[in-house]
């Protein structure tokens, strides 16, 4: 029988014709390593990878949802100073409409500030916590 | 039984316990990607973990024009390669640009003591061969792939999937020529 070449050895064995042939030290050695590369790995993940998975998953979401309310929080300020300042238009202009304007138009941007530090605040920490998290 | 359309229809209705089973069913194929690419046990936990979220939240864009599991691993193989590109530990040195021009060195300490046993032995000389050989053995054998399959998940050309994967195999087949035999000695 004429010699194989390594090739056609490779392709028989991907077809699985393994035949016996005692005298082809080539095919024996090639199943061998056919069947060794077959083999799973002794090492492995941790038990558990879903259970993992899944809490830093429910850690993200927890982390939209608040990111949501701090948005929704934010939108809330703002339309209570816009509210509050209107109301305070409606009630002291026949008073002192001017000055109440001026002290609101003075601390506007505080008011913005803040809200908006507090939020990049919350939104940081809970980064820093999905990034760090390790079950 | 692992029904993937139910399962993946209930994913993305929000149920985590579906996910989890989704987990289950394909840790062990991203597994064999990564371990391959990565070897500390923390950066494979990690890369898994990465993996699996970025399943999830990918999973509306998935197309039941693939497999779920060549998808998958095509996510685990990309996760795990930007992960060694951008890791100068993982950072390969040693090899030649172009694997066709790889060969093994000369025998060292650790590959005379590990001799003793032929599974420990080929998974030692595949840890040494550059990383296209290395996925390809594990995609193809372990994760039972086809090449086309294989394309999909890697994007090298089917030929290019075939040629890597025949002289890996030469190679190995040469090692462990030498090796069977001084074990008969």
């Known amino acids: 029988m004429n010699k194989l070449t390594d090739e056609e050895l490779q392709k028989m064995l991907e077809e699985g014709l393994n035949q016996p042939m005692d005298d082809h030290e080539d095919l024996m050695v090639y199943s061998q390593l056919f069947n060794e590369l077959k083999k799973e790995p002794n090492e492995g993940l941790r038990m558990g990878l879903s259970s993992r998975v899944a809490a830093r998953l429910e850690l993200k979401q927890d982390l939209q949802l608040s990111l949501k309310n701090y948005l929704i929080g934010f939108v809330a300020v703002v339309a209570f100073m816009a509210i509050a300042g209107l109301v305070a238009l409606v009630f002291t202009k026949s008073q002192d409409g001017s000055s109440t304007l001026q002290l609101f138009d003075r601390y506007k941007w505080y008011g913005l500030l803040s809200a908006v530090l507090l939020m990049a605040f919350h939104y940081i920490d809970q980064r820093i916590k999905l990034s760090k998290f390790k079950v | ?30 597994f064999f990607v990564i371990s391959r690419l990565v070897r500390e046990e923390q950066d494979r936990e990690d890369i898994c973990q990465e993996v699996f979220i970025k399943v999830h939240k990918n999973l509306h864009t998935f197309k039941q024009e693939s497999k779920l599991s060549t998808w998958i691993a095509r996510i685990a193989y990309l996760t795990a390669i930007n992960f060694v590109r951008q890791n100068k530990k993982y950072q390969q040195r040693d090899y030649p640009d172009d694997p066709d021009k790889y060969h093994f060195t000369t025998e060292d300490p650790e590959e ?3 001799k003793k046993n032929t599974a420990a032995y080929v998974n030692y000389l595949i840890g040494k061969m550059p990383e296209q050989y290395r996925v390809l053995l594990t995609l193809y054998h372990l994760n039972e792939f086809s090449y086309q399959e294989i394309e999909n998940i890697t994007g090298m050309p089917e030929g290019t999937v075939k040629n890597y994967l025949f002289r890996a195999r030469k190679l190995l087949k040469e090692r462990l020529q030498v090796y069977l035999k001084y074990n008969e000695q």
């Open chain 2, 1 to 30: 039984m692992f029904d993937e359309q139910a399962v993946i229809a209930s994913i993305l209705k929000g149920n985590l316990q579906a996910f989890k089973l989704l987990v289950n069913q394909y840790e062990k194929l991203v």
């Open chain 2, 112 to 114: 005379l003591l590990i």
